[in-house]
C-alpha cells in the first residue's frame, strides 16, 4: 500500500507539469573555440529521434559557466589531477608521467568507455584503466570510487577527448553486458517504483523539483554540479538517482552500474565528449 501510494504522487507530480514547456535550448556549446556536438541523431535501438546532451536542458547562467574554462569549476580538479599525474607512487616509486608522454596521450579514449579490454577480459571504464595502472603498474592502492582523486583524475583523462563523437561498442564480447544494463535501465524499483527510462526517457524536458529533467546523458561526465559544488562520477550520479527514488543501490563500481554505463553511454552515441561538464 505504500508503494502503490507513493507511486501515485510521483505519477501525480509528473503529471502535473506534462504540459510544461521544454527547457531545451539551441544554442551551440563552444569552448574555446571548438563547437561541441550536443544533439544528434538518435541510435537505431531507441525509440526517439534525437539524442540530447544535459548541456540542452540546464539555465543559461550554467551552460555560461562550461564555455569558458577560466570560468569553469571543475577545472580545479583537474589542476588537482595533474598534480597527481607528475606524482610518484606504490612500490615501483612511479607516477603516470613516467610511462606517458602527458595526458593528451590518451585523446578519443572516453568516447569509446566503457569497452571491453582483451587482455583482462572484462569490461573497462576509465576509473578501472586507472586502477589498473596504479596496481598493476606502480605498485600503488587503488583509487577510491566516487571519490575527489578518482574523479580528478577521470576529468583530466575525460577532457583530452572533449569534442570526440561517443562511439560505444554494444556488440562483440559486450553484448550480454549491454543487454544487462538495458534490463536495469527499464527496471522499476524501489519505494516509488520507478526506473531509469520513467524520468530520462518519458519525461525529459518537463519539470520535477524545480529543474528539467534531461535524457540522463553521461557525455558530460565526469560533472560539477552547483547543487554539491564538487565532481560528480557516472556511478556517483547513478547512487544519487537510486537514492531518490527511495532504492538501495547497487555498489559503485559493480557488475549492474558498469552494465548500466555501458547502457547509458551507447544511449549517447553521436554526442560528443564534454567532461567535465557544468550541471545544476
Given at each position: 500500500?505504500?508503494?502503490?501510494?507513493?507511486?501515485?504522487?510521483?505519477?501525480?507530480?509528473?503529471?502535473?507539469?506534462?504540459?510544461?514547456?521544454?527547457?531545451?535550448?539551441?544554442?551551440?556549446?563552444?569552448?574555446?573555440?571548438?563547437?561541441?556536438?550536443?544533439?544528434?541523431?538518435?541510435?537505431?535501438?531507441?525509440?526517439?529521434?534525437?539524442?540530447?546532451?544535459?548541456?540542452?536542458?540546464?539555465?543559461?547562467?550554467?551552460?555560461?559557466?562550461?564555455?569558458?574554462?577560466?570560468?569553469?569549476?571543475?577545472?580545479?580538479?583537474?589542476?588537482?589531477?595533474?598534480?597527481?599525474?607528475?606524482?610518484?607512487?606504490?612500490?615501483?616509486?612511479?607516477?603516470?608521467?613516467?610511462?606517458?608522454?602527458?595526458?593528451?596521450?590518451?585523446?578519443?579514449?572516453?568516447?569509446?568507455?566503457?569497452?571491453?579490454?582483451?587482455?583482462?577480459?572484462?569490461?573497462?571504464?576509465?576509473?578501472?584503466y586507472i586502477n589498473f595502472c596504479r596496481t598493476e603498474r606502480m605498485g600503488a592502492d587503488s583509487l577510491k570510487l566516487a571519490k575527489p582523486r578518482m574523479d580528478a583524475m577521470v576529468a583530466l583523462l575525460s577532457l583530452q577527448s572533449r569534442g570526440d563523437i561517443i562511439n560505444v561498442a554494444i556488440d562483440g564480447p559486450v553484448a550480454d553486458i549491454w543487454e544487462r544494463g538495458r534490463e536495469l535501465y527499464y527496471t522499476r524499483v524501489g519505494q516509488l517504483d520507478m526506473a531509469c527510462a520513467n524520468c530520462h526517457e518519458d519525461n525529459y524536458g518537463n519539470m520535477i523539483r524545480a529543474d528539467h529533467l534531461s535524457q540522463g546523458q553521461i557525455n558530460g561526465f565526469p560533472a560539477y554540479r552547483l547543487k554539491n559544488a564538487k565532481l560528480n562520477s557516472t556511478h556517483g550520479r547513478f547512487k544519487g538517482c537510486m537514492n531518490n527514488i527511495r532504492a538501495t543501490p547497487f555498489a559503485v563500481g559493480g557488475e549492474e552500474f558498469t552494465a548500466l554505463e555501458l547502457y547509458v553511454a551507447s544511449r549517447g552515441n553521436g554526442l560528443a565528449v564534454e567532461g567535465p561538464s557544468v550541471r545544476n
Amino acid at each position: 500500500m505504500r508503494i502503490i501510494t507513493l507511486t501515485a504522487a510521483v505519477a501525480a507530480s509528473l503529471a502535473l507539469f506534462a504540459g510544461a514547456s521544454s527547457a531545451q535550448v539551441t544554442d551551440p556549446l563552444v569552448v574555446d573555440g571548438q563547437t561541441i556536438v550536443t544533439s544528434a541523431p538518435a541510435p537505431d535501438f531507441l525509440d526517439i529521434d534525437e539524442v540530447l546532451s544535459g548541456w540542452n536542458f540546464r539555465t543559461a547562467e550554467t551552460r555560461a559557466l562550461q564555455t569558458d574554462d577560466f570560468e569553469n569549476p571543475a577545472m580545479i580538479f583537474v589542476d588537482q589531477a595533474l598534480d597527481d599525474w607528475d606524482t610518484a607512487e606504490g612500490t615501483a616509486n612511479k607516477a603516470c608521467a613516467d610511462c606517458h608522454s602527458g595526458p593528451e596521450e590518451f585523446a578519443g579514449l572516453r568516447a569509446e568507455l566503457p569497452r571491453w579490454n582483451d587482455d583482462q577480459g572484462a569490461l573497462f571504464n576509465m576509473e578501472a584503466y586507472i586502477n589498473f595502472c596504479r596496481t598493476e603498474r606502480m605498485g600503488a592502492d587503488s583509487l577510491k570510487l566516487a571519490k575527489p582523486r578518482m574523479d580528478a583524475m577521470v576529468a583530466l583523462l575525460s577532457l583530452q577527448s572533449r569534442g570526440d563523437i561517443i562511439n560505444v561498442a554494444i556488440d562483440g564480447p559486450v553484448a550480454d553486458i549491454w543487454e544487462r544494463g538495458r534490463e536495469l535501465y527499464y527496471t522499476r524499483v524501489g519505494q516509488l517504483d520507478m526506473a531509469c527510462a520513467n524520468c530520462h526517457e518519458d519525461n525529459y524536458g518537463n519539470m520535477i523539483r524545480a529543474d528539467h529533467l534531461s535524457q540522463g546523458q553521461i557525455n558530460g561526465f565526469p560533472a560539477y554540479r552547483l547543487k554539491n559544488a564538487k565532481l560528480n562520477s557516472t556511478h556517483g550520479r547513478f547512487k544519487g538517482c537510486m537514492n531518490n527514488i527511495r532504492a538501495t543501490p547497487f555498489a559503485v563500481g559493480g557488475e549492474e552500474f558498469t552494465a548500466l554505463e555501458l547502457y547509458v553511454a551507447s544511449r549517447g552515441n553521436g554526442l560528443a565528449v564534454e567532461g567535465p561538464s557544468v550541471r545544476n
